[in-house]
């Protein structure tokens, strides 16, 4: 598993992050952009779960036959 | 006694039945609802925008149909509110927000116009959380909502004024909009119902949106009745939502008397009894609510779901992608025009990954079948928190929005699942409780009728908010 990321490395990976996007982040607003995206990142992590080739994204659901649990 | 009723107490059905029975008429409960919000809203901001004009037009034209023997339906005559994201021909619809506050759009949400075509009797336009994503925010142009139970406490969001308009008394029903518990946050929070119906019931056309594939819009209403007759109207396919599922539209109210002898409800208690922030209080009356069912006939029984955890990550993951991908080019060229609340929650999307986005999605599939397959196949509903806690004072959000939220809504954006949001007592300080109950697709009716019975076991409905108190403390305020 990978070490977490300092405080600071998490800085220029947000500054790095908006830069790409465009983006201008008042200093006055980065501190609390700072703290949603160290968590942000936590729930990201979760995403990746085990899990084959085949499984496929919600797009191919349909509520209709999940209506019938199946 | 019911003829004693004020007539902001009368149901939907009650003030319907003295409609067609010509004991009131809907200019007279128009100019109730429209008195009590000049009375009480200026100490809650519950709504942005008042129509009186076209709330006396539309009860006149009611009143008229009455006397000539038209029935439009249960919302003929009844007054009601929107959250200010659905479009309204000629009445300015602005998201709460700085960047749409001259925006008049020239035709109906789909919901509008059918509450139109049924006849209701739109007061106006309802306070929400900016673009129905930002919070109790100071730095707009329209003060927050508050909460009716106490003012310094925040009413829920995004759909806050439609919360705060039907716990207060100023419409029996308000519609919101919900993409991770925006309707069940405010029901949960000011001690009414709110109901998040199956993803693709009701239209989405004509509601700004949030995230195209976790938005639902539905009811805030007094009652699980009122929320039924809601539903009778508002649901139905539109061909020109991409979203909308051609479904048969069932009766909703047919299952409200029926009680709950017999059915089967799981209770994922895992979710919530160790989450961060959760109440004593809260976790009790959920506890209490289950034995009530249980009392009443249904088999109540614990299982296990996936984390929350994992349900929430999902959810917000696709939620701030979508939300960004929305707002991308005003945030490129206008970020300061956002509320500062508005701005830190939207601009988590710039920095999500292609790839994480999918993994969410797949995630998403998982999810929805291990409710469904797993656990919806044995039983007719879930039953678990919507809040965590009571409403918090505004104070909390002083410094921005808190990372973790307090609330357990977002699940069922992610599986798409009908959810309902009920009342299950009052805190100590005097506070809404509630919890959730959830059903399989397309199923509203056994939802339903499990928060009638419960609704009726529990006698909430005759509670109100001082809301004197809170008239008088605006008084002092200002």
Not at chain 1, 42 to 65: C, F, G, K
Not at chain 2, 168 to 178: E, I, K, N, P, V
Not at chain 2, 453 to 464: F, V
């Amino acid at each position: 598993m990978p070490a977490s990321p300092s405080d600071d490395d998490l800085k220029q990976e947000l500054d790095a992050a908006a830069k790409k996007a465009g983006l201008t982040i008042p200093a006055e607003r980065f501190e609390v952009i700072l703290a949603s995206y160290k968590e942000q990142k936590r729930m990201v992590a979760l995403l990746r779960q085990p899990r084959t080739a085949a499984a496929e994204p919600s797009n191919i659901y349909s509520l209709v036959a999940q209506r019938q649990g199946s | 006694m019911a003829e004693t009723k004020s007539p902001h107490a009368l149901s939907i059905a009650e003030a319907g039945a003295r409609l067609r029975a010509g004991t009131l008429t809907s200019t007279g409960l128009t100019g109730a609802a429209l008195d009590r919000i000049g009375a009480f809203d200026g100490a809650l901001d519950a709504f942005i925008t008042l129509t009186p004009e076209r709330a006396m037009a539309d009860a006149a034209a009611a009143d008229a149909d009455f006397k000539a023997g038209i029935d439009k339906g249960p919302f003929q005559g009844i007054p009601y509110g929107l959250k200010d994201i659905y479009d309204t021909a000629g009445i300015r619809t602005t998201c709460h927000s700085r960047l749409r506050v001259d925006n008049v759009p020239p035709a109906d949400s789909v919901v509008a116009a059918r509450l139109k075509d049924g006849g209701g009797v739109l007061l106006g336009k309802l306070g929400t959380h900016e673009f129905a994503i930002g919070g109790p925010s100071f730095d707009l142009p329209f003060p927050p909502a508050r909460n009716p139970w106490n003012r310094d406490h925040i009413p829920g969001g995004s759909s806050s004024g439609s919360g705060a308009a039907v716990a207060a008394g100023f419409c029996r029903m308000a519609m919101g909009s919900d993409t991770g518990g925006s309707i069940r946050g405010p029901g949960a929070y000011c001690g009414i119902v709110g109901l998040k119906p199956t993803y693709g019931l009701v239209s989405r056309r004509g509601v700004f949106p949030l995230s195209y594939t976790l938005d639902h819009c539905g009811p805030l209403a007094r009652s699980v009745e009122d929320c039924a007759l809601t539903m009778q109207v508002i649901a139905g396919h539109d061909p020109l939502d991409p979203a909308s599922a051609k479904v048969d539209v069932p009766d909703f109210s047919r299952g409200l008397g029926w009680g709950v002898h017999g059915l089967k409800i799981a209770v994922p208690r895992h979710f919530y009894v160790k989450a961060e922030g959760v109440s004593a209080e809260s976790v009790a009356a959920i506890d209490s609510a289950a034995e009530t069912l249980a009392r009443l006939g249904a088999t109540v029984e614990e299982i296990t779901l996936p984390d929350y955890d994992l349900f929430n990550a999902c959810g917000r993951i696709i939620l701030s992608s979508e939300a960004y991908a929305i707002h991308e080019q005003d945030f490129q060229t206008r970020p300061l025009d956002y509320a500062r609340m508005t701005h830190a929650r939207i601009i988590m999307g710039a920095f999500i990954s292609a790839a994480d986005l999918t993994q969410a999605f797949r995630l998403r599939r998982e999810l929805a079948t291990a409710l469904n397959a797993g656990v919806l196949s044995r039983f007719d509903a879930v039953i678990t928190a919507s809040s965590l806690a009571p409403a918090p004072p505004f104070a909390d959000y002083r410094d921005g929005w808190p990372t973790a939220w307090p609330m357990q809504t977002m699940a069922f954006n992610v599986t798409g699942n009908p959810a309902m949001s009920v009342p299950t007592g009052f805190s100590k300080a005097g506070l809404p409780l509630s919890m959730q109950i959830v059903g399989r697709p397309f199923d509203e009716p056994t939802v339903l009728r499990i928060g009638a019975a419960l609704e009726r076991a529990l006698g909430l409905l005759d509670t109100w908010p001082a809301l004197e108190g809170s008239a008088a403390a605006q008084a002092a305020a200002s």
